[in-house]
């Protein structure tokens, strides 16, 4: 078709959960969502997110935190948020217990 002349880029591939341990990080306020994390990033319970903060003020509205240790495998990039807009999904990291029961 002559539509690209230059050499096609490398796909990577996707990170697959088999084993349903994805959380989710949602809004809980509308606002401008300011991540403090990286893709791909390991991330703690507990640990920020990021913030979402008034378009008006800059005043922090919600500081989203993880639920679980893991890795953030998606991360929102179009900062306008609204309640309930998902913010990041990670990929949990597997307890002791629940490789245990994968074995059976």
């Given at each position: 078709m002559d539509i690209w002349d230059g050499d096609a880029p490398e796909v990577r591939e996707p990170t697959i959960s088999t084993d349903?341990?994805?959380s989710f990080v949602n809004a809980s306020e509308s606002g401008i969502f300011i991540p403090s994390v990286q893709h791909w990033q390991k991330v703690s319970r507990g640990q920020p997110i990021g913030d979402i903060v008034s378009p008006?003020?800059?005043?922090i509205l919600h500081r989203a935190v993880s639920e679980v240790d893991g890795m953030v495998f998606?991360?929102?990039e179009y900062p306008v948020v609204y309640a309930g807009s998902l913010l990041a999904r990670i990929l949990g990291e597997k307890l002791p217990t629940q490789e245990a029961d994968s074995h059976d």
């Open positions: 349903g341990s994805v008006a003020t800059g005043e998606t991360l929102r």
